[in-house]
């Protein structure tokens, strides 16, 4: 005949023509073979793992792991068929067996380490009790496929945890108080800061425009030299050009006069050339 398997089923089959165990979602059984259906569905956990640190001190791991066959590794399916699937996965035989491995793993671990240690490395603690219980169920080929372990807690008569807790609450107040006081030392700090360097500017802005008046009267002064100075030079222009008018003006007379006195002294040359030619026409 031939059966098939439910959605979240294996058929386990045995018997003629098969070694061992034969996997299977669906198969043809025949005369001489048997088939067993195997649940393969996670299933919860919850347990309260009473451990003790390295002190001596106990406490309480709560805790809820979601555990299964390891259905993507066919060794492990086999050997959770073989050593799992008989039993019902509900009952005391398989919760013992997953309670005892989580509790005897957390305990050798919670016994190497002080309770400080495990306070405050809460989250390492559960990650190394998860790897822990992990290599243990490998063996049954069960997979953990989800680990919640809450937070620790104390045994009655044994407050450490709250002390702890209490301790830090403390600690973080203090460092508040701590960052407040910084805080207002600060603000009054940049406060005073703020003020010196606002008078520095405002010495510096008077500094500043008292310079740039003196300046502009400076400038002014030099202003008034610079235009007398400009008339000086004005006048001595004019009275350049009158002299240099004057020059050309006297050149011109003297080329006159020259002019004059060749056509006189000319003139004195030839009268007594006249003289002598007349007296020769009288004699």
Known sequence: ?????????????????????????????????????????????????????????????????????????????????????PHDKLS???????????????????ASMTMEQIFKGTKEFKKEVFDKVQLELDQFGLHIYNANVK???????????????????MEAANQARIVNEYNELLTTQLENQKIYFESLLREVEEEAEREISEAIEKAASGNQKLQKMQAKLDKCDQEKNFFDEMNKSLLKNQDILKASIVEIEERYDYLPLLVVSSEACMG
């Not at 003790?52 to 492990?76: H, N, Q, Y």
């Not at 005391?92 to 919670?110: F, S, Y």
């Not at 807690?153 to 609450?169: A, C, I, N, W």
């Open 1 to 85: 005949m031939y059966f098939i398997a439910g959605p979240s089923e294996v058929l386990a089959v045995t018997g003629c023509g098969i070694p061992d165990i034969k996997l299977a979602k669906k198969k043809w059984i025949w005369p001489g073979q048997k088939f067993t259906r195997v649940d393969i569905s996670p299933v919860n956990y919850t347990f309260e793992v009473q451990a003790m640190s390295a002190e001596k001190l106990p406490f309480i791991l709560p805790a809820v792991f979601t555990i299964g066959p390891r259905v993507d590794c066919e060794e492990s399916m086999l050997k959770y068929t073989k050593l799992i699937s």
């Open 151 to 169: 937070q620790l807690v104390d045994v009655r008569g044994h407050e450490y945890f709250s002390y702890l807790g209490q301790k830090t609450q």
């Open 92 to 110: 005391n035989h398989v919760t013992e067996l997953v309670q005892g491995v989580i509790e005897g793993e957390t305990r050798v671990l919670a």
